[in-house]
C-alpha cells in the first residue's frame, strides 16, 4: 500500500487550489488516498458557499485531504459531519473543556469558533468521484489580528496551560482524518451518530433554520446515519440534507 503523501507550503492561495492542481497534474487524474496539503497561511482561504476563511500566518493549520468515492458522490454526505467530530474529540483529548460541534461543519470552544471543515464533491452524483476535505484548525491566531471576524472565535491556544507544540498537533490534526475518513469509508456514520449527539451545540436546544431567506423553528434533535440535520417541528421530525442551510440558536 502507498502512504499518501504529505505536501507543505509557507503561503499558498488555498489548500483546496492546490489539491486541484494536483490532481490535474496527476497521471490517471487521481491521488493516493488521504493525499494531503498542509499550508502554514492562506491568501485566498474559503469557507462554505463563497465565504471568507481567514488564514493569516502564525501558529494555525490550513489543511486539505484527497478521498476517493468510487460508490459515488452520495455516500458523501456525512463526511464532514464525521470528520467534524474527529477534530472536536482531539480537542477535548487535549484537555480542552466545552467543546461542540456544530451541523454540518463547524466546531466551537465554548460558543466560539475554532475549527471548519469544507468539503467539495467532484465527480458524477452516481458514478465514481472524490471528495476534497478542508480544514481549518486555529491553533494560535497571530497576536495582532484584527482584521473582523463577524461571530466570536477562538484558538487552541488560548484554552491550554502549557504552550502547545505545532508540530505535534499537524501529525494529530492529519493521523485523527485519515483514520476518521477510514473509518467513515467501513461504517459510514453508523458508529458516530451518538458520538455526535454528545457534543452536538444544539441537540434538544432551540434553533432557528435558514433556508436562504426562509427561516423555520424548531428544536435541534441531532443527524441521521446519512449525516442529515434532525429538526423536531411541532410534532414532527424533520430531515435536512441540503448544503444550502444554516442552523442558528433561537
Ligand atoms: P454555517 O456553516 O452554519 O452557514 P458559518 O457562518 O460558520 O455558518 P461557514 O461557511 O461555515 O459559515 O464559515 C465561514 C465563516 O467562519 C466566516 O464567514 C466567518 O464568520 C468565520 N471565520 C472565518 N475565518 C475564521 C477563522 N479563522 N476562525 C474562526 N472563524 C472564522
Ligand atoms: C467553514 O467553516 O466554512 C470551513 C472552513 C474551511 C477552511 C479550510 S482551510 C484549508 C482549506 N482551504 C480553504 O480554502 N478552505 C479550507
Known amino acids: 500500500e502507498h502512504q499518501a503523501p504529505i505536501y507543505l507550503k509557507r503561503v499558498t492561495s488555498s489548500t483546496h487550489d492546490d489539491l486541484k492542481q494536483l490532481l490535474v497534474d496527476a497521471p490517471g487524474k487521481t491521488l493516493t488516498p488521504g493525499t494531503c496539503v498542509l499550508a502554514e497561511m492562506q491568501t485566498r482561504g474559503r469557507g462554505r458557499r463563497g465565504r471568507t476563511w481567514l488564514s493569516p500566518f502564525g501558529s494555525n493549520l490550513y489543511a486539505s485531504f484527497y478521498w476517493p468515492l468510487p460508490e459515488g458522490l452520495n455516500s458523501a454526505l ?64 497571530p497576536e495582532r489580528f484584527t482584521q473582523n471576524i463577524e461571530q466570536p472565535y477562538t484558538d487552541v491556544q488560548k484554552h491550554l496551560d502549557a504552550p502547545l507544540n505545532r508540530h505535534q498537533w499537524a501529525v494529530t490534526l492529519i493521523r485523527g482524518v485519515t483514520d476518521v475518513l477510514e473509518q467513515f469509508r467501513r461504517h459510514g456514520l453508523a458508529d458516530l451518530v451518538t458520538e455526535w449527539r454528545r457534543l452536538d451545540h444544539f441537540y434538544n436546544q432551540p434553533v432557528n433554520i435558514l433556508l436562504g431567506q426562509h427561516v423555520q423553528q424548531g428544536v435541534g434533535q441531532g443527524i441521521d446515519n446519512y449525516g442529515a440535520l434532525l429538526v423536531r417541528q411541532g410534532s414532527g421530525l424533520k430531515r435536512y440534507f441540503g448544503g444550502e442551510i444554516s442552523i442558528r440558536a433561537r
Open 78 to 141: 456525512g463526511l464532514s459531519v464525521a470528520v467534524g467530530l474527529r477534530l472536536a474529540q482531539i480537542l477535548e483529548q487535549a484537555g480542552i473543556q466545552g467543546v461542540s460541534v456544530k451541523w454540518p461543519n463547524d466546531v466551537y470552544i465554548q460558543g466560539a469558533k475554532v475549527a471548519g471543515v469544507l468539503v467539495e464533491l467532484e465527480g458524477e452524483p452516481t458514478g465514481e468521484g472524490h471528495a476534497l476535505i478542508g480544514i481549518g484548525l486555529n491553533l494560535s491566531m
